[in-house]
């Protein structure tokens, strides 16, 4: 008590009785205890108790000291039920909240395998599900997902792998010496089994060298090493020998070849919900009929184009309105069209031949197929048309979207002129705004702070063929491509040749 009476004048804090508590061991005589509780007057309770999360207990691990940590795993994903969550979403809360809740437990124990693949079917069932929580199809096992993105995982550490990375620190540390708990083991360990045979191997390493061929041992001892500095435990993974949580993760887990794809699918310009789509495409798990047909949903299929039955190859590579709007977009870019074998061919043909890797090029493939998808499903499920036109709207309009600077079509700065004095002082915060048009504008000033695009108004005799050719759109209604000067329509032709000739253009 002694030692608690100082601790209570040394902190200024008082230690309460009636939560206070002994733990005595079973083999102790009732005399025993029977002190223990005069002298402090604490209760004394059994083992296992829960102390900062984690539990104390003797004897073997039992799956029940899981229990309350896989319990907190389960009410906070039901607490995240009915919320219209996307992939992307729920694969950050995975990443960064489920994944991150086990783990202060793995420090100090390895969980049974049960525990562990409890946690991983929570998992499981909470990326797949819909939104109110029911069961949908799960196209992979979750040691599937467990790798680095250019892997083909989807950044998830598998908990069996942190475990024994953890287990590997622990063992670190106690090795280096360096901390009070190591200290502690260090002297229990030495009563409880006489000595620890530490670094005593001068014998064997004399042995080796005898065997050794003599040029490499006139190597070994060339190495200079000085007998006044204390000899230092080393990790050799890492370049500077201090242990890394990292590399003992590294050294423990699977690993798989990295393929190039995947670095082009999740970089951070494009949006987690499409990054993931794209995983699940190059993986074949995505709900086409072909892919549902293999797991025993038998139906009449029909792609969009009415042509073929739905199958991924066929929907992504073959189908012609998708060729069409490839072929839209790769001939705006000036680049041939291109066969391609198969849909994880397609970014890193597109990223070749991209003037820089961030380039706008190398995205414009992955919003592609993700609008097209998109377009099917609308198509599918709320019976609308699927209008190649306005899927390339839609994928122009993605593009605009990103938030990043990204080098357009090899260019630093762009003009922007325009005819309308009122649009171009919006543009640059000058006068009102009509509400209607606020949202429109908002993006595209971002969009102009974010590509060093500089914006200025001429008067429209400069912008007649622009002018003609926007008037042109509104009065059909449609997009189209001009790919050589004979197709534009007799007027522009008159108005493009007037204007190289540098004559007056008079509006009519
Ligand atoms: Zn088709």
């Known amino acids: 008590m002694d030692f608690l009476h100082r601790y209570e004048a040394v902190s200024g804090q008082l230690i309460s009785q009636a939560k206070s508590s002994f733990y005595i061991g079973k083999p102790a005589p009732a005399s025993c205890r029977t002190i223990v509780y005069s002298v402090t007057g604490f209760q004394r309770r059994q083992l296992p108790f829960i102390y900062l999360g984690c539990p104390i207990f003797t004897g073997c691990l039992k799956i029940s000291y899981f229990d309350d940590m896989v319990r907190k795993v389960r009410e906070m994903i039901s607490g995240w039920a009915n919320r219209l969550l996307t992939f992307g979403g729920k694969l950050i809360l995975i990443r960064h909240v489920l994944s991150a ?26 990326l797949w599900s819909d939104s109110e929580g029911r069961r949908r199809i ?83 001892l060339l190495v200079p090493i000085s007998s006044e500095e204390p000899d230092l435990i080393r990790w050799d993974l890492s370049p500077d020998g201090t242990f890394h949580l990292q590399t003992a993760w590294e050294l423990v887990r699977c690993t798989r070849p990295r393929d190039e794809v995947y670095s082009i699918i999740w970089q951070r310009h494009i949006p987690s919900r499409v990054s993931f789509f794209l995983w699940r495409l190059l993986h074949g798990f995505l709900a086409t009929d072909d892919a549902l047909c293999l797991r ?38 000036g680049m041939r069209e291109l066969g391609f074998l198969s849909p994880r061919a397609l970014p890193p043909i597109w990223r070749r031949r991209a003037p820089s890797r961030n380039h706008l090029w190398v995205l414009m493939p992955c919003f592609i197929l993700w609008q097209v998808w998109k377009a099917r499903n609308a198509y599918r499920f709320h019976s609308q048309s699927f209008l190649t036109d306005a899927v390339i709207f839609q994928e122009a309009d993605s593009i605009s979207c990103l938030d990043e600077t990204i080098s357009w079509s090899g260019h630093s700065v762009l003009e922007v002129e325009s005819d309308s004095a009122t649009m171009v002082s919006w543009v640059h915060s000058q006068g009102p705004v009509r509400w209607d048009y606020s949202y429109l504008l908002r993006r595209a000033c971002h969009l102009i702070s974010s590509a060093s695009i500089q914006v200025r108004h001429v008067l429209r005799e400069a912008t007649s063929a622009a002018d003609f050719l926007a008037n042109w759109a509104c009065s059909h209604r449609s997009s189209r491509q001009f790919s050589s000067p004979q197709e534009l329509p007799r007027d522009l032709s008159g108005i493009i040749h007037t204007d190289a000739q540098s004559i007056t253009y008079v509006r009519r």
């Open 296 to 333: 025993g949903f038998h139906m009449v299929s029909r792609c969009v184009c009415g042509r073929e039955a739905e199958t991924l190859g066929h929907h992504f590579l073959d189908c012609p309105r998708t060729r069409y709007i490839c072929g839209h977009y790769q001939r705006i870019l």
């Open 101 to 126: 809740l086990p783990l202060h437990l793995f420090h100090v124990l390895h969980p049974p395998s049960t525990v562990i693949q409890s946690l991983e079917r929570l998992f499981t069932r909470f």
């Open 138 to 220: 799960h196209w992979c096992r979750w040691p599937a997902v467990c790798f680095p993105v250019d892997e083909g995982g989807l950044d998830i550490r598998s908990f069996d792998d942190m475990a024994e990375a953890f287990e590997i620190k622990l063992w670190w540390r106690f090795r280096q010496q360096s901390s009070l708990w190591a200290s502690f083991m260090k002297s229990k360990e030495s009563v409880v089994s006489g000595t620890i045979t530490g670094w005593a191997l001068a014998p064997y390493i004399f042995l080796t060298l005898q065997r050794l061929p003599r040029s490499i041992v006139e190597q070994i």
